[in-house]
Structures are given as structure tokens and as C-alpha cells.
């Protein structure tokens, strides 16, 4: 069975302070791997995609197969990234439809 | 480009009434997926559609749940006989007919069943 998990509800850092918000995974297959995010009275939005390697708004993620994880970093931490981040999965071939994390809520204090 | 719409926004039902959720994809979008939230879960996937089918309906309910994608006109999700258990939010997100397409959500419906 497919499953994500966020271990963390709620996360709290200072603003330029490292982040990294925790995302583990389970697929006995070869997954794709998205973050998305949903700021505060907007909607819900893709943030990034393991396949596309890059960088969207100073956060990155590695794909870690052996761990099964796929964490979600950024060096210094800004109040505007304070939002719902949701890590997400999807069976590569398939329908795509996509398996989501419970999220996580990061607060960046000032 | 609006984006994806959904409405209503808010939906209130009692017991035993019919909810109809709609959802406009955004223009050159065939894709159709919605997904319920109950409070604190994350998003559930319920049923992925392709203009007038159907394609996976794996995590819809058995009973008194259903949807549809016509031709013409928004995409439907139908709940007859709602049932408190039924409150959660409901999303739905649509792409273009391309393989990787980025997938847009709309803002969702609040349904409440009192």
C-alpha cells in the first residue's frame, strides 16, 4: 500500500533559521515525490517535484530511496514561508493520482 | 485564466439531503481528480475523470457517491443522502491532457451536513 507520513503537525523556527520539514514514504515501486504548499487563504499549489531537481523558493528535496524519505530544506527560513506544506506521492504509469501526507504547519517567527 | 473553480465555497446540508459540488477546470484541461480532507487528515483521493469517463474511482464510496465529467460544462461531484460522516472539505484539481501536466487545485467546498 501507498503511504506518506509527516511525522511533525506543527513546526516552529526562526526567521533564518535552517528548516527541513520530514517526509517518509512507502511504494514497493518506483514513486514520484511533489511538495506542495498552501499559504494562508490560498489554495493549495505544487512547490516541487523530486524529478525536476530544482530549487523554488530557496527549497530543495532529495529523493532518498534507501531511507525512503523525502525531506524538504531550506537554509534560512523567511516568515513568508509560514504555510501548510503537504508532501505527496503518486505511482509513476498510473492514473497519478496522488497519495498526501497529513502536513505540516510551519511557523517562521520573526 | 480564473484558475480552477469550485462551488459553492461553503454548502450546508441536513441529514439526508443531496449535495452537488462542481468544478470548472481551467481552460485546455480534460483532467479532472477529487480529493476529500477531513479535519486534521491530509487529502484523500475519491475519483480521477477524462472528459464524459470515468478513469479510476478507486477511492470513491460504494454507495451514494458519484461523479461525472460531461462533455459541456462543469465536473459534478454528487452525494445523495448525506450523512454527518459526509463534512470534510472537498477539492479537485484538473491538468492538461499531457503525461507530468501540473496539476492546479481549485479552493475547495466546505460541505457541511448538520
Known amino acids: 500500500a501507498q503511504r506518506v507520513t509527516q511525522p511533525e503537525k506543527l513546526l516552529s523556527v526562526f526567521k533564518g533559521a535552517p528548516v527541513e520539514l520530514k517526509c517518509n514514504y512507502s511504494?514497493?515501486?518506483?514513486?514520484?515525490l511533489f511538495w506542495y504548499v498552501q499559504y494562508s487563504r490560498q489554495r493549495l499549489q505544487l512547490l516541487l517535484r523530486?524529478?525536476s531537481r530544482e530549487s523554488i523558493k530557496g527549497f530543495t528535496a532529495d529523493l532518498n530511496k534507501g531511507e525512503t524519505s523525502f525531506h524538504l530544506k531550506k537554509p534560512f527560513a523567511q516568515e513568508e514561508d509560514s504555510a501548510m506544506y503537504y508532501c505527496?506521492?503518486?505511482?509513476?504509469?498510473?492514473?497519478?493520482?496522488?497519495?498526501f501526507g497529513k502536513g505540516t504547519k510551519l511557523t517562521v517567527n520573526p | 485564466n480564473a484558475g480552477v473553480m469550485q462551488n459553492p465555497r461553503h454548502l450546508v446540508r441536513r441529514r439526508g439531503q443531496e449535495a452537488r459540488l462542481r468544478c470548472s477546470p481551467m481552460?485546455?484541461?480534460?483532467?479532472v481528480y477529487w480529493y476529500r480532507q477531513l479535519p486534521e487528515e491530509g487529502l484523500k483521493f475519491m475519483v480521477y475523470l477524462q472528459k464524459e469517463n470515468i478513469i479510476d474511482e478507486s477511492g470513491m464510496p460504494k454507495e451514494r457517491f458519484s461523479a461525472e465529467f460531461p462533455k459541456e460544462g462543469p465536473s459534478i461531484l454528487r452525494i445523495q443522502q448525506v450523512v454527518r460522516g459526509d463534512s470534510a472539505a472537498y477539492f479537485c484539481?484538473?491538468?492538461?491532457?499531457?503525461?507530468?501536466?501540473?496539476?492546479?487545485f481549485g479552493s475547495g467546498t466546505q460541505l457541511s451536513v448538520l
Open positions: 484539481a484538473t491538468r492538461k491532457d499531457r503525461v507530468n501536466e501540473k496539476l492546479f
Open positions: 511504494y514497493s515501486g518506483s514513486p514520484e
Open positions: 523530486h524529478i
Open positions: 505527496a506521492l503518486s505511482a509513476q504509469g498510473g492514473s497519478e493520482k496522488l497519495v
Open positions: 481552460k485546455g484541461h480534460s483532467h
